[in-house]
């Protein structure tokens, strides 16, 4: 009796459960039990349809008495290869049917009975964290996969270097790796398949980046505690040697916002606000910068005390004063013009005065700044009068009333000396009798 078997309990056992019987195994699945050759046939188990560089693993256990019978392995084409294991396989390099043949010489006289067990499949194995390309800010990762039932081990090298053998269990692996500087590490992940005298290794890599320093980051605009009326126009620089991958604005407690580019305008109410830029580049690192601002809407009050409203003013000089105020911001500085001049910064005086003026009304007007920008404005109207003759003018009049009072006086005294020489021409004094 001619036995090829690695355990005929399990044979004889397969054959009490599954009778005699043959099946079509499709790529990755798995075809198991027995069949009766006779002599004079030719029987086939069929691995299915299977690709260029799949896997056949077969294991068989041969049960005959026969010395005229024959087994191998056929390709698509009908060629006939030798198999030279019962447990054993291949990886095919045409696609098609691949079967495995067996037969019996018709002078044979003893039957044969194969238990067999065979798989088609595509050996994978995939890295499934990190992905290729990938920036990661942590030099101590996990790197996990997958790989196809039929691999024994699975290790893991970085830079192709040293492999150490990772975690593996049910088709998922992992393997925690240390990593050293910044800068690209390639990471080698390879599997061992072991099938009888059959041995397969396959791999899969991936380039990483690893980045642990975060972008950097400065706001521009606006200067940390200013003040702004209603709206901030935020703006900031940011630069990273990878990239940035997002760029974030919070206004106080509100949610982060995603913009583009380097600039956001923020709308504000009247109070003290804080401003926050988020930077993130492509491994997940951050960069967080803040302002503090006040804004102020509300204009300031201004008002002249003097001179008062259409005041004469009997000099060529003229004082104006002043009172301001602003609750929030605070005064930033005053402006001051009059009729046909420019505006006058006078910082935070409350007065100025005016010289070299001429006669005539004039219109002066006060203008408040606050911090934010906000602006209100006061004015009046005054008159200059420096003639001495004018009734308006320094001395009130005076000078005329003398005038006049003067060549009054004259007049009447010359019309009194007039009537005098008069009546003395009419009337010649008599002399004596």
């Known amino acids: 009796m001619m036995k090829w078997s690695r355990g005929i309990a399990i044979a004889a056992l397969c054959f009490l459960l599954v009778g005699s019987w ?31 560089g799949d896997v056949l693993l077969w294991d068989l256990t041969i049960n005959t008495w026969s010395t005229v019978f024959t087994y191998w392995l056929e390709k698509p084409s009908g ?14 390099d045409l696609a098609g049917e691949w079967k495995i043949g067996f037969s019996i010489d018709p002078s044979g006289y003893w039957s044969a009975t194969v238990y067999y067990e065979i798989y088609a499949f595509r050996p994978t194995l995939v890295i499934v964290y990190p992905q290729e390309m990938e920036f990661i800010n942590d030099a101590s990762i996990i790197v996990s996969g997958t790989v196809d039932r039929f691999a024994n ?57 690893l980045d642990t320093t975060p972008p950097e980051l400065g706001v521009i605009t606006p200067a940390n505690n200013s003040y702004v009326a209603g709206s901030a126009d935020l703006s ?56 503090i601002i006040t804004s102020d809407t509300t204009r300031p009050s201004v008002a002249i005390t003097s ?17 301001g105020s602003d609750a929030l ?21 409350t007065s100025y005065i005016f010289t070299g003026l001429i006669d005539g009304g004039y219109y002066v007007i006060v203008k408040a700044i606050d911090r934010s920008g906000n602006s209100a404005e006061s004015g009046l ?29 004259a007049a009447v005294i010359s019309v009194l000396l007039y009537r005098r020489k008069r009546a003395h021409r ?4 008599q002399g004596p009798n």
Request: a negative charge; proline letters at 3%.
């Open 22 to 52: 043959s099946m079509i195994a499709q790529p990755s699945d798995a075809a198991s039990g027995s069949i009766t050759i006779d002599p004079g046939q030719t029987k086939y188990i069929s691995f299915g349809t299977v690709n260029s």
């Open 236 to 291: 900031w620089q940011c630069s990273d040697e990878w990239g940035i991958a997002s760029r974030e604005v919070k206004v106080d407690l509100l949610n982060w916002i995603t913009v583009e580019g380097d600039e956001y305008r923020c709308s504000l109410s009247d109070g003290y606000h804080t401003l926050r830029v988020r930077v993130t580049d492509l491994a997940g690192n951050s960069a967080i910068a803040s302002i």
């Open 307 to 323: 001179p008062i409203y259409n005041a004469t003013i009997r000099e060529d000089a003229v004082k104006v004063t002043w009172t």
């Open 329 to 349: 911001s605070g005064i930033d500085h005053y402006e001051i013009r009059i009729t046909g001049g420019n505006w006058i910064n006078v910082g935070l005086n």
């Open 79 to 92: 060629v006939h290869l030798t198999i030279n294991s019962l447990y054993s396989g291949m990886v095919v």
């Open 426 to 429: 009419q009337n010649p004094p």
């Open 381 to 409: 109207r005054f008159e200059v009068c420096t003639n001495i003759w004018s009734t308006n003018g320094p001395y009130g009049g005076i000078p005329l009333f003398i005038l006049i009072a003067t060549v009054l006086g």
């Open 153 to 209: 081990n699975v290790s893991v090298s970085l830079d192709n270097v040293h492999y150490d053998a990772a975690d593996l269990y049910m088709g998922s692996w992992n393997k925690n790796i240390l990593l050293g500087d910044d800068g690209a590490y390639t990471i080698y992940a390879m599997a061992e398949l072991r099938w009888g005298d059959f041995k397969l290794m396959y791999s899969d890599s991936v380039t990483i980046m």
